[in-house]
């Protein structure tokens, strides 16, 4: 099996239940109603796990008004020309299709009896062809990426506790702290709907300006793993023209195509700013809804592993509430932030995947291009988040690195595969599809003992307590 190359599974534990996902695969013990999942794409409402006694909740979908939807006015007249492209596209896979019927087998004239019975056939279905086709030259208005969004629940706020939050031991407070900080510091669905008219006002205000620039939402917004307080990711994937080899490099490329759109950004945020890193980001704020936005220039790997920690999101009811309370605890202790020299939001998020791959006996979630196994892991959320603290205490950093691909990888191995062996430093966390570091910001050896200091002591203040504030920053 090539390791580099994950493969995709079903997971059958979430929040609504059992799902179809891309990844994972979970371990739910009771029979559940099914309800297919695909990335990035809403196909069903929002379904909670309500509590005991707690009736289900159906969410249907809410009607939107085509004219005062969305608090940006703005019109569509930037897609009338993908709309008529769409509808040519379509309008030749008919003709394929046609084709291949008439000239099928299965509609040989001996089926029919004789040669002039099977003519007559073929007349009437290339007539009747001919009809639908025409009428499909009508033009049909076409609806921006994210107004599928909009027209229905997104899962991206839990509103009921599970059945098995609770089960009479010793855990039983300090899971309930957990779960309540969770819920508090979330993403609510009304601060995912505005992120959601954001990202519609500048996908057709982009659109209408450089017809071939695309606009993506990826991150912690749609994989699942957003707080209220998190930034909004968004994605500028430029289309080169057709048989156009690259003329730039990477960084040089972004950084061209992201001050075309400052300018036009500017007349939302006169503030916004590009900031030239390695990978650069143009940084500004919607004040309207004061959300803050970075944009990233044809960094695809940011789309592909939204999907992925989309499916491990919903694999298991317990990932969710463990990621937001790591990122909560990680602030405040200032060990979260990858320009302070620090862990990035989505390194910590792929240390607590890989804790529940590897630091857990059973294994709450499986690795990449791993079946799950049929064992099951009931661990209470106060049990996971301690052994977290626990197994990155004791963790072997100087040997290897952190991984959901391919469990722990030696360092050397990791170095020899990377892109760029030279930030593979003191934490090493292994991004699962181009095999770069993800933590490469913790270079600086006093700032690397912060960090494990920090989980060694929250980990004996919380074991003495079994409260969730002794894991906080003591005053």
Not at 274 to 290: E, M, S
Not at 311 to 320: E, L, M, S
Not at 418 to 447: G, M, Q
């Amino acid at each position: 099996m090539n390791e580099g190359a994950p493969l995709m599974y079903h997971g059958n534990a979430s929040f609504s239940g059992p799902s179809t996902m891309y990844m994972v695969q979970g371990h739910g013990d009771r029979q559940q109603r099914q309800y297919p999942v695909e990335m990035l794409q809403v196909i069903g409402g929002v379904h909670g796990s309500p509590g005991q006694g707690t009736p289900r909740r159906c969410h249907k979908n809410r009607q939107i008004d085509k004219d005062n939807a969305f608090g940006y006015e703005s019109d569509d007249s930037s897609l009338s020309s993908s709309a008529s492209g769409s509808n040519k596209s379509s309008e030749k896979d008919v003709n394929r299709s046609d084709a291949s019927l008439l000239s099928s087998p299965s509609v040989h004239p001996q089926l029919f009896g004789d040669r002039e019975q099977g003519e007559n056939w073929r007349q009437e279905r290339g007539a009747v062809a001919r009809e639908w086709r025409a009428r499909r030259r009508e033009p049909r208005p076409r609806r921006a990426a994210p107004d599928r969004y909009l027209a229905a629940h997104y899962p991206a706020q839990v509103k009921f506790a599970p059945d098995d939050l609770l089960n009479g031991s010793q855990w039983d407070m300090l899971s309930q702290e957990i779960w309540d900080k969770f819920v508090k510091s979330q993403q609510t669905e009304e601060t995912f709907r505005k992120k959601m008219n954001l990202w519609r006002y500048l996908h057709i205000t982009i659109k209408s300006i450089f017809p071939r620039y695309g606009l993506y939402v990826v991150g912690s917004t749609m994989s699942g793993f957003g707080l209220e307080s998190s930034d909004m990711d968004l994605c500028l994937h430029v289309r080169p023209p057709a048989g156009t080899p690259p003329a730039l490099p990477p960084r040089h490329h972004a950084l061209l195509h992201l001050h075309h759109v400052l300018h036009h950004i500017r007349g939302l945020d006169p503030d916004a700013e590009l900031i030239q890193a390695k990978v650069p980001i143009l940084k500004f704020r919607d004040a309207r809804h004061g959300l803050q936005v970075d944009l990233n220039c044809d960094n695809v790997v940011g789309v592909r592993n939204t999907g992925l920690l989309y499916g491990y999101a919903r694999a298991d009811w317990r990932v969710r509430p463990l990621v937001a309370v790591a990122k909560l605890w990680a602030r405040a202790h200032h060990i979260n932030d990858a320009r302070n020299r620090t862990l990035s939001s989505y390194a910590l998020t792929l240390m607590v995947l890989h804790y529940l791959q590897c630091g857990t006996s059973p294994a709450v979630l499986p690795r990449a291009g791993e079946a799950a196994t049929g064992r099951q892991n009931r661990a209470t959320l106060a049990e996971l988040f301690l052994g977290l603290l626990k197994y990155y205490a004791e963790f072997p950093w100087r040997q290897y690195a952190v991984s959901v691909r391919a469990r722990r990888v030696p360092l050397w191995e990791a170095r020899a595969r990377a892109p760029d062996p030279t930030r593979w430093k003191l934490i090493c966390v292994e991004e699962p599809f181009d095999l770069s570091n993800t933590a490469h910001s913790v270079y600086d050896p006093d700032t690397f003992e912060v960090i494990v200091n920090t989980f060694r002591e929250s980990h004996a203040r919380l074991a003495a307590s079994l409260q969730l504030r002794d894991a906080w920053p003591q005053r």
